[in-house]
Protein backbone atom coordinates (compact mmCIF):
# COMPACT_ATOMS: atom_id res chain seq x y z
CA UNK A 1 0.00 0.00 0.00
CA UNK A 2 2.85 2.26 0.70
CA UNK A 3 4.27 1.74 -2.99
CA UNK A 4 0.64 2.47 -4.44
CA UNK A 5 0.73 5.74 -2.15
CA UNK A 6 3.63 6.76 -3.57
CA UNK A 7 2.67 5.96 -7.10
CA UNK A 8 -0.47 7.44 -6.77
CA UNK A 9 1.65 10.96 -5.63
CA UNK A 10 4.05 10.61 -8.47
CA UNK A 11 1.26 10.85 -10.65
CA UNK A 12 -0.40 13.81 -9.30
CA UNK A 13 2.78 15.81 -9.56
CA UNK A 14 2.78 15.09 -13.07
CA UNK A 15 -0.53 14.60 -14.42
CA UNK A 16 -3.52 16.11 -12.77
CA UNK A 17 -5.95 15.91 -14.98
CA UNK A 18 -6.58 11.99 -14.85
CA UNK A 19 -7.37 9.94 -11.96
CA UNK A 20 -4.83 7.47 -10.90
CA UNK A 21 -6.32 4.37 -11.46
CA UNK A 22 -4.43 1.27 -11.11
CA UNK A 23 -5.13 -2.83 -10.95
CA UNK A 24 -2.73 -5.62 -10.49
CA UNK A 25 -2.08 -7.93 -13.22
CA UNK A 26 -3.08 -11.25 -11.68
CA UNK A 27 -6.40 -10.10 -10.72
CA UNK A 28 -7.32 -9.07 -14.15
CA UNK A 29 -6.42 -12.65 -15.42
CA UNK A 30 -8.72 -13.79 -13.09
CA UNK A 31 -11.61 -11.54 -14.10
CA UNK A 32 -10.82 -12.56 -17.71
CA UNK A 33 -10.97 -15.82 -17.68
CA UNK A 34 -14.04 -16.07 -15.12
CA UNK A 35 -16.75 -16.32 -17.31
CA UNK A 36 -15.07 -19.45 -18.80
CA UNK A 37 -14.73 -20.45 -15.29
CA UNK A 38 -18.13 -20.28 -14.60
CA UNK A 39 -19.12 -21.94 -18.21
CA UNK A 40 -16.78 -24.72 -17.55
CA UNK A 41 -18.97 -25.01 -13.77
CA UNK A 42 -22.60 -24.92 -15.99
CA UNK A 43 -21.13 -27.68 -18.50
CA UNK A 44 -19.61 -29.83 -15.80
CA UNK A 45 -23.40 -29.48 -14.31
CA UNK A 46 -25.22 -30.15 -17.52
CA UNK A 47 -22.90 -32.91 -18.56
CA UNK A 48 -24.03 -34.53 -15.87
CA UNK A 49 -27.19 -34.41 -15.68
CA UNK A 50 -27.23 -34.85 -19.48
CA UNK A 51 -25.66 -37.98 -18.79
CA UNK A 52 -27.87 -38.91 -16.19
CA UNK A 53 -31.35 -38.47 -18.34
CA UNK A 54 -29.66 -40.29 -21.25
CA UNK A 55 -28.42 -43.71 -19.44
CA UNK A 56 -32.44 -43.71 -18.04
CA UNK A 57 -33.84 -43.11 -21.35
CA UNK A 58 -31.53 -45.80 -22.70
CA UNK A 59 -32.52 -48.44 -19.71
CA UNK A 60 -35.77 -47.89 -20.63
CA UNK A 61 -35.72 -47.88 -24.11
CA UNK A 62 -33.47 -51.31 -22.95
CA UNK A 63 -36.28 -51.96 -20.60
CA UNK A 64 -38.51 -51.93 -23.49
CA UNK A 65 -36.54 -53.94 -26.35
CA UNK A 66 -36.07 -56.78 -23.85
CA UNK A 67 -39.85 -56.81 -22.65
CA UNK A 68 -40.65 -57.25 -26.14
CA UNK A 69 -38.43 -60.09 -26.97
CA UNK A 70 -38.61 -61.93 -23.54
CA UNK A 71 -40.49 -64.84 -25.66
CA UNK A 72 -37.37 -65.08 -28.01
CA UNK A 73 -35.08 -65.46 -25.51
CA UNK A 74 -36.73 -68.13 -24.04
CA UNK A 75 -36.96 -69.68 -27.20
CA UNK A 76 -33.14 -69.38 -27.67
CA UNK A 77 -32.29 -70.43 -24.13
CA UNK A 78 -34.30 -73.62 -24.22
CA UNK A 79 -32.70 -74.07 -27.95
CA UNK A 80 -29.16 -73.59 -26.05
CA UNK A 81 -28.20 -70.59 -27.24
CA UNK A 82 -25.29 -69.42 -25.33
CA UNK A 83 -25.11 -66.55 -22.64
CA UNK A 84 -22.69 -64.29 -25.20
CA UNK A 85 -24.73 -64.70 -28.34
CA UNK A 86 -27.70 -63.62 -26.60
CA UNK A 87 -25.96 -61.02 -24.76
CA UNK A 88 -24.44 -59.72 -27.74
CA UNK A 89 -28.02 -59.78 -29.97
CA UNK A 90 -29.31 -57.39 -27.34
CA UNK A 91 -26.95 -55.05 -27.27
CA UNK A 92 -25.95 -55.14 -30.82
CA UNK A 93 -28.50 -52.88 -31.83
CA UNK A 94 -27.88 -50.29 -29.40
CA UNK A 95 -24.22 -50.24 -29.55
CA UNK A 96 -25.14 -49.63 -33.41
CA UNK A 97 -27.36 -46.34 -32.05
CA UNK A 98 -24.23 -45.00 -30.01
CA UNK A 99 -21.85 -45.65 -32.64
CA UNK A 100 -24.39 -43.51 -34.98
CA UNK A 101 -24.40 -40.69 -32.33
CA UNK A 102 -20.28 -40.96 -31.78
CA UNK A 103 -20.20 -40.33 -36.10
CA UNK A 104 -22.65 -37.77 -35.97
CA UNK A 105 -21.49 -35.70 -33.11
CA UNK A 106 -17.75 -35.76 -33.65
CA UNK A 107 -17.68 -33.40 -36.33
CA UNK A 108 -20.27 -31.10 -34.81
CA UNK A 109 -18.24 -31.00 -31.22
CA UNK A 110 -14.34 -30.85 -33.38
CA UNK A 111 -16.17 -27.25 -35.09
CA UNK A 112 -18.25 -26.14 -32.10
CA UNK A 113 -14.66 -26.45 -30.23
CA UNK A 114 -12.39 -24.90 -32.52
CA UNK A 115 -14.58 -21.80 -33.11
CA UNK A 116 -14.78 -21.83 -28.99
CA UNK A 117 -10.72 -21.97 -28.93
CA UNK A 118 -9.87 -19.13 -31.70
CA UNK A 119 -11.04 -16.41 -28.94
CA UNK A 120 -8.34 -17.42 -26.65
CA UNK A 121 -5.13 -15.60 -27.18
CA UNK A 122 -3.32 -19.16 -26.86
CA UNK A 123 -5.46 -21.93 -27.52
CA UNK A 124 -4.62 -25.36 -27.55
CA UNK A 125 -4.89 -27.69 -30.23
CA UNK A 126 -7.65 -30.08 -30.44
CA UNK A 127 -6.29 -33.74 -30.28
CA UNK A 128 -8.32 -36.76 -32.33
CA UNK A 129 -7.74 -38.75 -28.88
CA UNK A 130 -10.01 -36.44 -27.11
CA UNK A 131 -12.74 -37.15 -29.06
CA UNK A 132 -11.79 -40.84 -29.12
CA UNK A 133 -11.92 -40.85 -25.41
CA UNK A 134 -15.24 -39.09 -24.88
CA UNK A 135 -16.32 -41.41 -27.67
CA UNK A 136 -14.90 -44.59 -25.28
CA UNK A 137 -16.61 -43.33 -22.15
CA UNK A 138 -20.05 -43.27 -23.94
CA UNK A 139 -20.12 -46.36 -25.24
CA UNK A 140 -19.18 -48.04 -21.95
CA UNK A 141 -21.67 -45.95 -19.80
CA UNK A 142 -24.22 -46.98 -23.20
CA UNK A 143 -22.80 -50.99 -22.51
CA UNK A 144 -23.07 -51.01 -18.56
CA UNK A 145 -26.25 -49.46 -19.25
CA UNK A 146 -28.17 -51.82 -21.65
CA UNK A 147 -26.07 -54.74 -20.35
CA UNK A 148 -27.74 -54.50 -16.68
CA UNK A 149 -30.98 -54.97 -18.68
CA UNK A 150 -30.25 -57.85 -20.78
CA UNK A 151 -28.58 -59.60 -17.96
CA UNK A 152 -31.89 -59.12 -15.70
CA UNK A 153 -33.21 -60.72 -19.11
CA UNK A 154 -31.02 -63.87 -19.36
CA UNK A 155 -31.48 -64.85 -15.30
CA UNK A 156 -35.10 -65.37 -16.01
CA UNK A 157 -36.41 -68.78 -16.13
CA UNK A 158 -37.13 -69.84 -20.07
CA UNK A 159 -40.57 -71.36 -19.32
CA UNK A 160 -41.65 -68.18 -17.36
CA UNK A 161 -40.57 -66.03 -20.86
CA UNK A 162 -42.38 -68.63 -22.95
CA UNK A 163 -45.41 -68.52 -20.73
CA UNK A 164 -45.51 -64.91 -20.60
CA UNK A 165 -47.17 -64.80 -23.91
Same mark, same amino acid.
Given at each position: QASIGKIQ??????????????SFLD???? /???????????? *????? !? +??????CLGLYGLSSFST??????IGIRKVLG? /??TDILGLL??? *????? !? +??GIISIPVVYFLMSEWLQGFAFSVGLKLWHFMAGFFLAAVIAL???????V???????????KYE
Open positions: SLWQDFDQKHYFHYERYA /SQYLHEQRMLRL *FRYFS !L +IIVLISEQRTREG /SYVKG *FMLLV !L +IAVTVLAQARALRSHPVDAI
